[in-house]
């Protein structure tokens, strides 16, 4: 089992900055990718960015790209995303993913980016 605990969610104005962390704990493998989904009232649960283990290899979706940075830190278990210049669009929950062989997920923490 792996336990995901997200945090640094909360209200931001447009144009802003918040930086999410993600901690992993329990049977946590050398070779996880991780992670961060969203989820906007009303939608289905999107891809926003994920990274290797090494760190290597990062992917983001399109809506992102350019405004969000996926970062490691394996010694501490976490995944963080810096996301800079915020959308009302942004707004939704962030679900932190860590992946190798089975998926977990985090309980998820809120974004809001008032307009």
């Known amino acids: 089992q792996v336990q995901l605990v997200e945090s640094g969610g909360g209200l931001v104005q447009a144009g802003g900055s918040l930086r999410l962390s993600c901690a992993a704990s329990?049977?946590?493998?050398?070779?996880?990718?991780m992670g961060w989904y969203r989820q906007a009232p009303g939608k289905e649960r999107e891809f926003v960015a994920s990274?290797?283990?090494?760190?290597?290899?990062?992917s983001y979706a399109n809506s992102v790209k350019g405004r969000f940075t996926i970062s490691r830190d394996n010694a501490k278990n976490t995944v963080y995303l810096q996301m800079n210049s915020l959308k009302p669009e942004d707004t939704a929950i962030y679900y932190c993913?860590?992946?190798?062989?089975?998926?977990?997920w985090g309980q998820g923490t809120q974004v809001t980016v008032s307009s």
């Open positions: 993913w860590w992946r190798y062989g089975s998926e977990y």
């Open positions: 329990g049977r946590t493998f050398s070779g996880a990718v």
């Open positions: 990274i290797s283990w090494s760190g290597s290899s990062t």
